[in-house]
Structures are given as structure tokens and as C-alpha cells.
């Protein structure tokens, strides 16, 4: 359910918080109060686009939250998790839409940044709206199927339906990548040969390209490092006024001064360890060198290797992993087409087999969606004649491509004589809406969609049918959240909560609010909407309230 929806800075409402309640919540009020900014806010947390024209004048930037009590439903979890949002906490979704007069567009879910397509996908979700406004899912022709199955319990049948036909699927792709003609076959072979035997032939190992470099700088600089090896062991020994030389001559020097001053011994022990290192230096750039050798063959191997590595690279992945992974992928491939024979009767017979399967459930659905259609059109029809739509009849039009993969279309004739139309043709908000209510009203144990919004449908309504209207959407709260926002009192009397928005000047500006009401409030409201506050609407109005 919708538990908080929190409007700041948009049309008319500076800030605004309501608090909604489980059940049937109703909104009434003048018009032009402020009634369709609560609809727009919570258009615009389930996605729609942002109207900049729409923030409060002054304001830099208009802000929406919505927060939702979700539970643990599989579907948004799913979701959110799909699309790199943080999960619900406490079963708690929160939405947050904020947009600037300069052009800026945010929205978050549960704190985690996200797109415009995410939340639109995540309100089909969590809220139908039903009135001149968008999210009108039984429009849609999938819609109407899911309908169609959630009232003959057929939901489980489809999945099993799906699954089957998702399998076929899968083995006519695996198949189809094996049966192609004998001049790309043979080309396939080839290639895939030509790349298993490449890499093959290299022998490569994860770890051996640092090392090939290391080896290939070395080999190629070999002439420059021994000249600076020797030229360093020149300065270090072997040249007549060498560093070894000259510490022999200050050795001399250090120990006449120990000889004539015995405290001298620390400045002759740092001699000694400084002519040690410098030997020490010396046999590393002995070794060194021993190590460094000219071999301009040993050069063209190593320089063949790096070329050969680079090539592999340049063709098949950017690291030496993705080259071997490449070569293991196209070794298996290689061996599935070279089976090619083997591979397709073993994939035949999982088709025959799993197209079998499909028929079957596919027969199945079918038979059942067609046993179906005149209790639910039925079940619609009597719904709609409580609304005010006698002699208005409701049908399905159900049809196959194949059995199990059926289209249905809903069709209504709101006018005595003339034919059944797509309800998706109809021209009147007002009979669009009622329809919308029969159908909910007839579904409302199988609907999975939480929260239904419905917008004025009681347009053109009146008389007795104002008070089925009522009676169906308190019936329909006893399974789902319902927001109406009407103007007939016997709608909003069947409510368990009530809510009027009102407009007020503050400091020269108008400001729209929204309050909850009690119960002598209510009879205030309702007589207002029964035309004034007169004692005969007052105990009209307490009449309805009873």
C-alpha cells in the first residue's frame, strides 16, 4: 500500500504530507482546489515525464516522495535487484522524484540513483490508475490475457506454457547454429580449425607475458648493459685511481691514526665497512655481467615471441586469459560442429519431445480460456448493469495463432443496439472508467497490483448508480488499496478515510492543502457537496455517513 506521499513545490502546494490508510481513502473538494496535483505527484514517482512549468512559482526545484509498503513480493525484488537498486528494508520502498526549473532530473529508489524507465516499470507494480490518466493496464491486450487467466486460475498453466515454448526456443537456436549449408559449414570448420590450432601452436601461459618482456628488454639492450656494467666496474676497480684503489690509500691513512690515537677505532671500523660494500659491489657487477649476454639469436626468438603474443592479442582478447579462453571456446565449438551429425539428431529428438510438450499445455490453455470467456464476460456484464449500463453487454474476443498463444480483446457496446467496440476504441472517459470499475471489482481477488488510483469516474454518474459506484470500490478495499477522488457524496461516503484539499491565501500566495477529516467534519464535506451547509443536506449527509 501507498503509505506517505510527500509534495513539495509543485502547482499550488508549497508542502504537503498524506498520510494514507489501508483500505478505501477518498479526496474531495472544490474545484480547482488542488485534487489533481495529488495525482500528478504520484504520476510523476511511478515515471511520467516532468512538466518544469509545473514548480511552484518562486521555487527552484519541486520534490515528490512516495513511500510503499511492499512486503516481500518477488516481482519488485526482482526488479530492483536487476537494475542495481538497493534492496526494500523492512519491506519499505521509497521513491524520490525531484526536478529543477534549470533542467535537472533525479530519481531515486531506497536512496539508490535510477532511471526514468526503471520507475515506470516498478509502478506497472505498484499502482492502476483508472480516469484520464495513464497507467490504465487492462488497455493493454497482454493485460486483458493476464485478466482473462487470473480469474479462471489459469496463471500456473501459463507459466508452465512459457516455459515449455522458452525451451523449444532454446533448442531450435542451438540447432539452427549447426544446420547451415555445406560452403559455411566447411568455412566455420576451417576458421575455428585455423584459431584452435593458433593458439594451440603458441603453448601460452597466463602468467608468461611480464616475463617475456623482462627477457626481450634485456636481450635487445645487452651490448649498452655490459658497457655500463664494465664502465661502472672501471670507476669501482680495475682503472689505475679506482674507488677500491683510493680506500686501500685512506685504509693506510686511518690506521698511522689509530696507531698515534687508539679513540680513533669507530673512523677505521666505518672504513672497513665501507670497503666491504664497495667489494661487495664489486662481485654483484661481476655476476651481473657474467649473466648478460650478446646472442642476437636468442634476440630473434625472444622479439618472434612478444610479436607472436601481440598478434594473439590483436585477434582474439585484449589480455593473454582472453586469448586461452578464446582458444577453449573455439576448441568446443569446433567439436560440436565436427559431431554435427550426432549433435542434430540428439537436438531433434528434445524438440519432438519438448514440442510435444508444448501442445499439450498449449491445447490445454486454450480449451480452458475458451470455457472461460462467457463466465468472465458475464460476471463483467452484471457489474457494468449495476453501474448504470443496461442492455450494455461485455465480451471477449478470443483468438489463436496456435493453441496456447491466444490474443483477447475486450469489447463493450455502451449503447443499446449498436455493436460491440475494443475497449481500448472507447471515446468516453466516463464509461471507460466504469468499465475499468466493473472489471476491477470483478477481478479484485486476483489482481496482483496493490494500490488502484481512480480519478473522477463518477463523471457523468448520478442518481442510485452513484451509490453502487461506492459500494463497488469499498468492495474493492477489502482486497486492495483505493485512492477515489470524486465529487458525488455517495462515493465518498462508503470511505473509511476522508481527506478535502482546500486552497488558502498565506502572505499574498495561494497555497493548497489537504486535510484528514473526523466524523463531524465529514458531515460538514458531504453536506457542502450535497449543496450547502443547509440541516436538510446536513442529516442528507449524516444519513449517508450511517
Do not use: W
Request: hydrophobic share 40%.
Amino acid at each position: 500500500m501507498l503509505s506517505t506521499l510527500r509534495i513539495k513545490n509543485l502547482a499550488l502546494v508549497s508542502d504537503l504530507t498524506l498520510h494514507l490508510q489501508p483500505g478505501y481513502n477518498v479526496i474531495t473538494g472544490e474545484t480547482g482546489a488542488g485534487k489533481s496535483i495529488i495525482i500528478g505527484a504520484l504520476n510523476l514517482v511511478l515515471g511520467q515525464r516532468a512538466d518544469r512549468d509545473a514548480i511552484r512559482a518562486g521555487a527552484d526545484q519541486c520534490s515528490v516522495e512516495a513511500v510503499f509498503e511492499v512486503g516481500k513480493r518477488k516481482p519488485i525484488d526482482t526488479l530492483l535487484e536487476e537494475n542495481g537498486v538497493e534492496p526494500c528494508a523492512e519491506g519499505q520502498l521509497i521513491i524520490k522524484r525531484t526536478f529543477s526549473a534549470a533542467g535537472s532530473n533525479r530519481q531515486f529508489i531506497n536512496g539508490s540513483p535510477t532511471t526514468l524507465q526503471t520507475l515506470s516499470q516498478l509502478g506497472e507494480h505498484l499502482v492502476d490508475m483508472h480516469g484520464p490518466h495513464e497507467h490504465q493496464s487492462l488497455l493493454r491486450q497482454r493485460s486483458q490475457l493476464d485478466a482473462l487467466d487470473g480469474f479462471a486460475g489459469l496463471l500456473p498453466l501459463r507459466k508452465e506454457f512459457e516455459s515449455a515454448a522458452r525451451l523449444c526456443r532454446s533448442i531450435e537456436a542451438d540447432k539452427a547454429a549447426l544446420i547451415v549449408d555445406e560452403q559455411t559449414y566447411a568455412q566455420q570448420l576451417d576458421l575455428l580449425r585455423f584459431q584452435t590450432n593458433e593458439i594451440s601452436a603458441a603453448r601460452l601461459q597466463p602468467s608468461e607475458e611480464a616475463a617475456v618482456d623482462q627477457d626481450f628488454q634485456r636481450a635487445s639492450n645487452a651490448a649498452r648493459l655490459l658497457e655500463l656494467t664494465q664502465n661502472a666496474l672501471d670507476v669501482l676497480s680495475e682503472a689505475d685511481n679506482s674507488l677500491l684503489t683510493q680506500s686501500a690509500e685512506i685504509g693506510r691513512n686511518l690506521h698511522e691514526l689509530q696507531r698515534l690515537d687508539p679513540g680513533a677505532t669507530e673512523v677505521l671500523n666505518a672504513h672497513e665497512q665501507v670497503t666491504s660494500s664497495l667489494r661487495e659491489l664489486q662481485a654483484a657487477l661481476g655476476h651481473y655481467s657474467e649473466r648478460i649476454e650478446v646472442d642476437p639469436a636468442r634476440l630473434r626468438e625472444l622479439e618472434s615471441r612478444v610479436d607472436l603474443l601481440q598478434s594473439l592479442k590483436r585477434k582474439y582478447g585484449p589480455k593473454l586469459e582472453d586469448v586461452i579462453a578464446f582458444g577453449e571456446s573455439a576448441k568446443q565449438k569446433l567439436h560440436n560442429l565436427e559431431q554435427r551429425d550426432v549433435e542434430v539428431e540428439r537436438l531433434n529428438a528434445q524438440l519432438a519431445k519438448a514440442k510435444k510438450e508444448v501442445t499439450r499445455i498449449g491445447r490445454d490453455l486454450t480449451a480452458q480460456r475458451k470455457k472461460a470467456t462467457p463466465k468472465f464476460s458475464k460476471a463483467v456484464t452484471k457489474q457494468l448493469n449495476d453501474l448504470g449500463f443496461a442492455q450494455s453487454p461485455f465480451e471477449v474476443a478470443l483468438t489463436s495463432a496456435s493453441e496456447g498463444e491466444d490474443a483477447s480483446e475486450f469489447q463493450f457496446a455502451p449503447n443499446p443496439g449498436e455493436p460491440p467496440r475494443p475497449l481500448r476504441a472507447i471515446a468516453s472517459s466516463g464509461e471507460l472508467s466504469r468499465v475499468m470499475l466493473a472489471l476491477k471489482t470483478v477481478l479484485a481477488s486476483e489482481d496482483q497490483i496493490p494500490v488502484l488510483v481512480f480519478d473522477e469516474i463518477d463523471a457523468n454518474v448520478g442518481g442510485e448508480t452513484a451509490g453502487v459506484v461506492g459500494e463497488k470500490m469499498l468492495q474493492i478495499a477489502s482486497t486492495h488499496q483505493v485512492l477515489c477522488i470524486t465529487h458525488l457524496p455517495p462515493v465518498a461516503a462508503t470511505a473509511s478515510t476522508h481527506f478535502v484539499v482546500s486552497k488558502r491565501q498565506h502572505e499574498g500566495r495561494t497555497i493548497s492543502e489537504i486535510q484528514l477529516l473526523d466524523r463531524t467534519q465529514r458531515v460538514n464535506e458531504i453536506a457542502r457537496m450535497l449543496g450547502g451547509q443547509t440541516e436538510a443536506a446536513r442529516k442528507h449527509a449524516q444519513a449517508l455517513l450511517r
